[in-house]
């Protein structure tokens, strides 16, 4: 099956630092990543979808100079959480559309960002 | 734009036994996802609907999607430990490529 991986898993910061997160498909190509945010006993959000080599779409209220995201390449998108606060600590997750359908979307296993 | 809301948000149930657990859409679903995610991982995808009255089924694992389009169920048959997790429904919403979700619903399997 696909294989969406992210890193680090945990990540804990200083407040006003900035943190980065990879999400990379490991066997297939991925035009379209999503990045995902999921606040304790809630449901996921979507932050932004993010096309290989072009600027990333953010959703409504989502601040685009805060959350920065690169998706440099078929297999690989970053993001960038810069000038983090503690209300920025939450788990964030991405996925990776294998085809058209979103049958074949792939979720990576998530990224727990904790900032002090 | 679409909501889902799922029903119920937790349920605890005794393994063996069977449950069902609801999502309604406030708009007609085109597509409905249902997802497993185990706390502090991401989701595995379960099952898909598309058609009203579809259902489809794997394992101990029934889905179904209402004629109508809104509403759809997850059903468990005789629940085992392995099935706790959170279950989230996602809606393709049209016009806007991408799926939105619904909150979850938290299950947990007393021995």
């Known amino acids: 099956g696909a294989v969406v991986s992210q890193h680090p898993s945990r990540v804990i910061c200083k407040s006003g630092t900035s943190v980065k997160i990879e999400c990379r498909s490991l066997d297939f190509q991925a035009t379209t990543m999503f990045w995902y945010r999921q606040f304790p006993k809630q449901s996921l959000m979507l932050m932004a979808t993010?096309?290989?080599?072009?600027?990333?779409?953010?959703e409504q209220g989502v601040e685009k100079d805060k959350f920065l995201i690169n998706h440099a390449s078929l297999t690989l998108s970053t993001l960038t959480v810069t000038s983090a606060h503690p209300e920025d600590s939450s788990f964030y997750i991405c996925?990776?559309?294998?085809?058209?359908?979103?049958?074949?979307?792939?979720f990576g296993p998530g990224t727990r960002l904790t900032v002090l | 734009s679409q909501e889902l809301e799922q029903s119920p948000q937790s349920l605890i149930v005794q393994e063996g036994k069977n449950l069902t657990i609801n999502c309604t859409s406030s708009k007609t679903l085109y597509g409905l996802y249902w997802y497993k995610q185990k706390y502090g991982e991401g989701l595995i995808f379960l099952m898909m609907l598309q058609k009203g009255g579809e259902e489809k089924s794997h394992e101990k694992i029934t889905a179904k999607l209402d004629e109508k389009k809104q509403q759809s169920s997850l059903h468990i048959t005789a629940s085992q430990p392995s099935h706790a997790g959170i279950y989230l429904c996602?809606?393709?919403?049209?016009?806007?490529?991408?799926?939105?979700f619904g909150q979850g619903t938290r299950l947990t399997i007393n021995p």
């Open positions: 996925s990776a559309l294998r085809g058209l359908s979103y049958n074949e979307q792939f």
């Open positions: 996602g809606a393709d919403e049209r016009g806007a490529q991408k799926l939105v």
């Open positions: 993010s096309n290989e080599g072009s600027k990333a779409t953010y």
